[in-house]
Each structure stands twice: as C-alpha cells, then as structure tokens.
C-alpha cells in the first residue's frame, strides 16, 4: 500500500521553526521527487519547494526563499521541510508529494505528482 504521511506541523510564533516530515511507505522515495505545498484558507495550493530525486538546483517560491529548506533521508525514507522565520502568512495546511520525475521547472504544478500525503496544519501567530 502507497503511502505518504506528513506530520510535524502545529501552533508556533512568528519568528519561529518548524520541520515538517513527510514518511513514504510502499515506495521508495529516493527514486522520487518530493514536492511541498501548502494551501491557505480561501486560497490555492501553492508549490513552495521540491526535493529533487537527482541533483538539481530548485528555486523555492519568493514567498518562502530564504526561508525554507528541503531536504531528504533516503535511508529513512523521509523528506523533511524545515522553515525558519515563520510568518502569519505561511499559516495553513502543508501537503507533500512525490513524483517519478525530477523537480524541473513544474515542481509547483499538483498534476505532476502521483502520490500525496494527507497534509498537517501550520499556524503561525503574530
């Protein structure tokens, strides 16, 4: 059974961290690329950065560059998010995904991901 499940998400200042972590079972992730969205209430999902399954160089989205890293543990089959700096405006929910394709230009595009995790909220409060 394919799986990916996020967690790590909850209630921080602003100003503060948080590392998301997204668990693949039923695959193996470090033969995908793992993209992170987030989708704020009333708004659209927005692709915010990509974990390449090859070396690649990914531009994170403006609104997070600077401030959140992607990064991966094929041997524990997790990818993580980790943000720094939070702002209000980075509250909603978290997805991550996973594509057998590299990041590439489209990484902020839902339809190029196959598998998705059930999304964590993230509240950052001013």
């Known amino acids: 059974d394919v799986q990916l499940q996020a967690s790590g998400g909850g209630l921080v200042e602003a100003g503060g961290s948080l590392t998301l972590s997204c668990a693949a079972s039923?695959?193996?992730?470090?033969?995908?690329?793992v993209g992170w969205f987030r989708q704020a209430p009333g708004k659209e999902r927005e692709g915010v950065s990509c974990?390449?399954?090859?070396?690649?160089?990914?531009e994170p989205a403006d609104t997070v560059k600077g401030r959140f890293i992607v990064s991966r543990d094929n041997g524990k089959n997790t990818a993580y998010l980790e943000m720094n700096n939070l702002k209000p405006e980075d509250t909603g929910v978290y997805y991550c995904?996973?594509?057998?394709?590299?990041?590439?230009?489209?990484?902020?595009?839902?339809?190029?991901?196959?598998?998705w995790g059930q999304g964590t909220l993230v509240t950052v409060s001013s």
């Open positions: 995904a996973a594509a057998l394709i590299v990041c590439g230009s489209k990484y902020a595009v839902p339809g190029e991901y196959e598998y």
């Open positions: 974990a390449s399954s090859i070396d690649e160089d990914i």
């Open positions: 039923g695959f193996t992730v470090g033969d995908y690329s």
